[in-house]
């Protein structure tokens, strides 16, 4: 069970809208690197859907790797929708051009099943509040031999801030392991998982902290401390977020045939003019 208070991060984000694109420098450069992934990946996708897109700032670039693909942007704040929408410029809008928009969490997505060939989510599915239930929604939408691309954190994600704070005070991230566990557990066929770290260095203490309040990212952990920190925690949190480690987990899955009609019985696929056990006529 996710430990995120899903409306405290909802509440976060909603302020923190604004400013968020200025602030967000690690996710703008995950992005980018993402994007740079698909080079690879031989898709032509319909529809896709950009999963906890804030104001979906890849959705040009997706856009224009897939001219004929319709993107629908979701994300569980609509400031963040809205500012993406304003974003855009009013001829784009008067066009219709960029993504649809949806405001939804990840764990309830209003989509039938199938609806996507692509979905991409850049450092979400951590905000969560049941990973588990997101990822078997994902795995829902998708269509089948459609392609689910995602970015998150792993455990040794503000490790310099953990030390100074203690666990209480910081977020606790799934490891890469876990999350590819999931992926299978969710139905997603042939997982491919790989990390990075990411050192992100300010000129003065503190810029960690300003980066995360000014994107929304602060604690939002359901057994949170409500009181306000002392004034010797809060120097130690500035001594400490002069740098910050960042442990960026990448993982790419996709949806194959399915294993079990609705009922729950097992479906067995057999090739085309075989059938096992049958007698071999003369």
Known sequence: MSEIDARAARRRFDRAAAGYARAARLEAEVGTRMLERLDYVRLDPAR?????????????????RYPRARLVALDF????????????GWLARLRGNGPLAACAALERLPFAPGTFG????NMALHWAADADAALAELQRVLEVGGLLMFSTVGPDTLKELRAA???????????????????????????????????????????????????????ARG????????????AALARA????????????AWKGEPRRAADGRAIVRFARGTVPGAAKLC
């Open 77 to 88: 704040s609509l400031p963040m929708l809205e500012r993406a929408r304003s974003a855009r």
């Open 223 to 234: 057994d949170r401390a409500r009181g306000l920190a002392g004034r010797r925690l809060r």
């Open 241 to 252: 977020g002069a740098s910050a480690s960042i442990e960026v987990v990448y993982g790419h």
């Open 118 to 121: 692509l979905a991409w989510s």
């Open 165 to 219: 704070a203690g666990e209480a005070r910081v977020h606790r991230f799934a490891d890469m392991h876990d999350v590819g566990d999931a992926l299978v557990a969710a139905g997603f066929s042939t997982p491919v998982m790989d990390r990075e770290m990411i050192t992100l260095t300010y000129p003065a203490d503190g810029g960690v902290l300003a980066d995360l309040r000014a994107s929304g990212q602060t604690l």
């Open 48 to 64: 896709i859907l950009d999963a906890g897109s804030g104001p979906s700032p890849q959705a040009a670039w997706l856009g224009r």
